[in-house]
Every structure is written in structure tokens, then in C-alpha cells.
């Protein structure tokens, strides 16, 4: 019997040092499912999306002429997406306040939940759009830094 006990007990040990070891971090690109280009671009428009800019700042000032930071609030409704887009050029973080949302990145295989306190960085050879899949409205903090081209625009 309690080679039993010491083998179940060495059972459970390995178990929990392989969860442990690739842990997938909530709001983060599963372990092993990260790549270049591996989800194609998805929806171009716009659907039930709210995007209010709250804030913005002429970064000319600070050394970044043509710069603008933006902060914005985004409400989207059940059902609603914010469309493919880039970050080539346009730095971000978002901040998920509240509900829930799925991201479908261009770097993962795999759509991201995100839910309310979760905060994700957005930036470099990044596409994606996000989709709530839920039935309440999700509501999120976008401050992104766009380029020159795109100082003086409202939207993504």
C-alpha cells in the first residue's frame, strides 16, 4: 500500500511540474502556439464598437514631432468587433475594464481571452482584431502613440 501512496504521490508531483512548466498566462499567446502571420487577417469594419477619445497630447514638445499619445475608450457591445489593424506604426496598451473580449493576433495560433483587469501590449510586426463573444459589453482603455500620418485621427 504505501508503494502505492509513494507512486501516486510521484504521479501527482509530475503532473503539477508539467502544468507548472509552460504555464499560459491569462490574456498572453499560449506556450507553443506563438508564430509570424499564423492567424489571418480578419474583419476590415467596424461592428458595434463605441471608440471615444478622452484624452490626447501633441508629443512635439517632448521630442516627437508629429506625435501625438491618444487615450481612448472603447465599449463593444456583445456580437461587436474592432476590426483587423496594425501596430506597426502605433504603439498600444489596452486595458480590459470590464466584461470580456477575444483577441485574434497575426503572432498566435490561438484567439486570447481577455477579461476585466487584464492588460496586454501592443506593438511591432503585431495585427489583429478582437471580437466579444459574450453577452454583456466589454469595455476597454486603449493609449496608443500614433505616427505623423495619423496624429489627427479619432479612430484606429
Same mark, same amino acid.
Given at each position: 500500500?504505501?508503494? +502505492?501512496? /509513494?507512486?501516486?504521490?510521484?504521479? #501527482? #508531483? ?10 499560459? +498566462?491569462?490574456?498572453? @499567446? ?10 489571418? !487577417?480578419?474583419?476590415? #469594419? !467596424? ?6 477619445? =478622452?484624452?490626447?497630447?501633441?508629443? /512635439?514638445? &517632448? ?22 489593424? %496594425?501596430?506597426?506604426?502605433? !504603439?498600444?496598451? =489596452? ?8 483577441? &485574434?493576433?497575426?503572432? @498566435? #495560433? ?12 501592443? %506593438? ?6 478582437? /471580437?466579444?463573444?459574450? /453577452? ?8 496608443? =502613440? ?11
Amino acid at each position: 500500500m504505501i508503494d +502505492f501512496l /509513494k507512486a501516486a504521490a510521484a504521479a #501527482a #508531483a509530475l503532473a503539477a511540474a508539467s502544468f507548472i512548466s509552460a504555464p499560459a +498566462f491569462a490574456g498572453e @499567446c499560449p506556450a507553443g502556439k506563438a508564430g509570424v502571420d499564423v492567424t489571418k !487577417p480578419g474583419p476590415m #469594419a !467596424p461592428v458595434g464598437v463605441t471608440d471615444t477619445v =478622452i484624452a490626447s497630447i501633441d508629443l /512635439k514638445g &517632448y521630442g516627437f514631432d508629429g506625435r501625438a499619445l491618444r487615450m481612448r475608450r472603447l465599449v463593444v457591445m456583445p456580437g461587436g468587433i474592432v476590426p483587423w489593424h %496594425s501596430h506597426g506604426e502605433r !504603439p498600444a496598451n =489596452i486595458l480590459v475594464v470590464s466584461g470580456a473580449i477575444t483577441e &485574434y493576433r497575426s503572432t @498566435c #495560433a490561438v484567439p486570447i481571452e481577455h477579461k476585466a483587469g487584464d492588460v496586454t501590449a501592443e %506593438s511591432g510586426n503585431l495585427s489583429h482584431w478582437w /471580437k466579444n463573444n459574450t /453577452k454583456k459589453p466589454a469595455v476597454l482603455i486603449s493609449s496608443d =502613440i500614433l505616427p505623423p500620418q495619423k496624429a489627427a485621427d479619432s479612430m484606429m
